[in-house]
């Protein structure tokens, strides 16, 4: 999707958090994939990285991408709403928009019970509350499978009955709009766009026009 470029903020905060975090913890990448992220995270020196996805096809196709690692990775067919984990086994959940395809409610409960105690949450994920984007995403329903629900802020409160330190940093804005005015997520106008984003952000009303959240917390 060529809109994404307008995101990529978001993503460098996600794997720079992964970065500073994923060292020597034992990590769940929560609907993997094809295990794109997991080929940047063992990078990271994790002591262990766990893959999980509902589709044997993308399982194998990861499996085959990681048969060298020096990294331990697992790679298993799994149901995110309700995985075959103990409780209390990870240090790090993370995704990269999955959630927004299950049912919210289930996963919170899940990704609290396989944590462990202090364990953290990341996870970014799409926006439902600008009109103009769910205007776009009317105009285009072949462009996107049919359980796609993006978060609105309501969702943000279940987090509170599992986790703590919450953290929802908002994303794509005026990076979104002025797309067509930057080539590269490197040109100064790009940076410019991010700075201002984030003062607006900082003002309620603002948010809803947002395309993206990183969300961040702790279990309890």
């Known amino acids: ?29 929560y609907g993997c994939g094809v295990g794109p992220v997991i080929e940047k995270v063992i990078k990271f020196e994790p002591k262990k990285i766990i893959g999980i996805d509902i589709s044997d096809v993308s399982i ?14 697992e790679l298993h067919v799994d149901n995110c709403e309700n995985t075959t984990f103990s409780n209390n ?7 990269l928009g999955i959630l ?15 944590l462990k105690p202090n364990g953290v949450m990341l996870f970014i994920e799409p926006l439902g509350t600008n009109p103009l984007i769910n205007l776009y995403r009317l105009l285009t329903p072949k462009s996107r499978s ?12 279940m ?10 940093k908002y994303y794509g804005f005026l990076t979104l709009i002025f797309f067509p005015f930057y080539k590269s997520n490197n040109s100064k106008v790009f940076k410019i766009l991010v700075k201002m984003d984030q ?14 959240v990183l969300i961040t917390a702790k279990k309890i």
Do not use: M, Q, T
């Not at 194998?60 to 990775?73: G, P, R």
């Not at 049919?146 to 409160?157: G, M, N, Q, T």
């Not at 003062?199 to 993206?212: C, D, N, T």
């Open 1 to 29: 999707n060529i809109f994404y470029k307008a995101i990529k903020n978001a993503w460098d905060d996600f794997y720079n958090f992964l970065n500073l975090n994923a060292k020597n913890s034992e990590i769940l990448d």
């Open 146 to 157: 049919k359980d796609k629900h993006p978060l609105i802020f309501k969702d943000f409160e």
């Open 100 to 114: 927004h395809h299950l049912e919210i409610k289930k996963c919170i409960n899940e990704i609290s019970r396989i």
């Open 159 to 168: 987090f509170k009955e599992k986790f703590k330190n919450i953290s929802v």
């Open 60 to 73: 194998s196709k990861a499996k085959e991408k990681f048969i060298n690692s020096n990294i331990k990775v």
């Open 199 to 212: 003062l607006l952000f900082k003002i309620k009303i603002f948010r809803y026009f947002a395309w993206s």
């Open 89 to 95: 086994k990870f240090d790090i959940v993370y995704g």
